[in-house]
C-alpha cells in the first residue's frame, strides 16, 4: 500500500505546468470537490510516477463522497482506486517500466489527479490497441469480475449466472468473461435501453427491475433450473432473494451495498436499514440448503500476490481480443462531481471515466 493516502493539500490556482487533483474536503453533495495542488514527488525504490491521462469512476467514490465509505482516508482526501498515463519516472528497484512506457495502474486513493504514483507491482502494461479512457476502466471492474468468477465462484462451463447491474462497468466485464467460460447468463438492469445493448453483448436473458421482480420472472420464463452464481453490488434484502434462485452449492458474491445509497447525500436511516438486513443472513439455512455468501472487496485484496496473477491473466485475454473494456461516457476531470452525478442517477452503460489534460 501507499503510505501517502491520507496527504492533504490546500486549495489553490494551478497552473498549467502544476499538477493537481480534485480533494474531497468534507462530506457533501455533487458539488463538494475542490481543486488542489500536489507536488510531483519521486517515485520510491518500487513505485512508478505517471503523468495521469485518465482515470476511473467506481460507486465507492460516491459513496466516499458521502462520508459513507469505511476505507476512505480522513478527510480531506483525494479520491481514486484507478489510473492510465504515461510514465515519468521509477524507482531504483522498477524493473519492468520505464518513462515512456503507457500504463494503467490501481492507486489506492489519490487516483483523481494529473500526477500520481503506483506501486510496480500494482502496474500494467496498457496494450497498444486500448486508450487511456479504455485502460482507466479496467483495473477495478475487470478484476472484481474475474476474482467474483474464477477465485471465488470457481466458475465453469454451462454454468448459470445471474449479473446485478449487467449494464454496469462491473455487470459488463463479468458478463464478458462468464460468457467466455461458456456460462448461461441473465442480468437486471433499470432500463430496458440497458438489457438491450447487454444483449447484443451476449446477455441470454435480462429482466428490468423496475418493472418485474426477478425472481418470479426468470422462474416464469426461464424455468425452475436453478442458479450457480449471483453477482450482487446491491446489498441490503437483495441477497435473500437472490437465494432463492440458488441450488445447492450455489454462490452470492457480495461486492457493494448500492441499496444504501438514495439521493447526493448520505441517508443516516437507508444506509442503517441496508446494513441491518445484510446481518440477517441465517448460517443455518446457509447450511441447510449448502448455499454460500462471499464478501468481496477488491481494494483490499490489492495488497495480495493474487492481484498481480489476477492481472496476468487479464493482460492475456486483452491481448486475444477475449475482452474489451466499454466506456460509455467521459468527463474533464473538473467536472468529477457532474460524473458522480451521472453514476448514481444510474444513466451509464459501461464505465464511466474522467480525463485529464495535462
Known amino acids: 500500500m501507499q503510505s501517502d493516502i491520507q496527504q492533504t493539500f490546500q486549495p489553490v490556482q494551478s497552473s498549467p505546468q502544476d499538477a493537481w487533483a480534485m480533494q474531497i474536503p468534507r462530506s457533501g453533495g455533487y458539488e463538494v470537490f475542490e481543486r488542489v495542488k500536489i507536488p510531483r514527488r519521486e517515485p ?3 513505485e512508478v510516477a505517471i503523468d495521469v491521462k485518465a482515470c476511473g469512476v467506481n460507486f465507492a467514490d460516491n459513496l466516499m463522497r458521502m462520508g ?5 482516508p480522513k478527510m480531506p482526501f483525494v479520491p481514486g482506486y484507478e489510473v492510465a498515463g504515461i510514465v515519468t519516472a521509477v524507482g531504483s528497484k522498477v524493473t519492468d517500466f520505464k518513462p515512456g512506457d503507457r500504463v494503467m495502474a490501481a492507486t489506492y486513493f489519490n487516483g483523481y489527479a494529473s500526477f500520481a504514483v503506483a506501486e510496480q507491482d500494482k502496474t500494467m502494461p496498457l496494450p497498444d490497441h486500448l486508450s487511456f479512457e479504455a ?3 479496467l483495473m477495478v471492474n475487470f478484476m472484481t469480475a474475474w476474482v467474483a468468477l474464477h477465485e471465488m465462484s470457481r466458475v465453469r462451463k454451462g454454468d448459470h449466472v445471474l449479473i446485478h447491474g449487467i449494464a454496469g462497468g462491473v455487470g459488463l466485464a463479468a458478463l464478458q468473461i462468464a460468457k467466455n467460460a461458456g456460462c448461461v447468463v441473465y442480468g437486471t438492469a433499470g432500463s430496458d435501453d440497458k438489457l438491450e445493448y447487454a444483449k447484443s453483448k451476449g446477455l441470454d436473458y435480462g429482466v428490468n427491475y423496475r418493472k418485474k421482480n426477478f ?3 426468470i422462474r416464469l420464463n426461464v424455468g425452475r433450473r436453478p442458479l450457480d452464481i449471483v453477482l450482487d453490488p446491491l446489498g441490503g434484502d437483495n441477497i435473500a432473494k437472490d437465494r ?3 441450488k445447492p452449492t450455489g454462490r ?3 461486492y457493494g451495498m448500492a441499496n444504501a445509497v438514495k439521493g447526493a447525500k448520505a441517508n443516516p436511516i437507508v444506509s442503517l436499514l441496508t446494513g441491518l438486513k445484510m446481518f440477517h443472513i441465517n448460517l443455518l439455512s446457509l447450511f441447510a440448503q449448502n448455499h454460500g455468501v462471499y464478501g468481496l472487496n477488491v481494494l483490499r485484496m490489492w495488497p495480495f500476490p493474487i492481484m498481480h496473477e489476477v492481472g496476468q491473466a487479464l493482460l492475456v485475454e486483452l491481448a486475444e481480443g477475449r475482452l474489451k473494456p466499454s466506456v460509455d461516457k467521459t ?4 467536472q468529477c462531481g457532474e460524473a458522480h452525478r451521472y453514476l448514481q442517477d444510474r444513466r451509464n452503460i459501461g464505465k464511466v471515466v474522467l480525463t485529464v489534460d495535462n
Do not use: N, Q, R
Request: aromatic letters at 8%; proline letters at 8%; zero cysteines.
Open 135 to 137: 485502460g482507466a476502466s
Open 331 to 334: 468527463f474533464p476531470l473538473e
Open 252 to 254: 452470492v458474491i457480495v
Open 215 to 217: 425472481v418470479e420472472d
Open 244 to 246: 432463492k434462485l440458488l
Open 44 to 46: 520510491g525504490a518500487e
Open 68 to 72: 459513507m465509505y469505511p476505507e476512505a
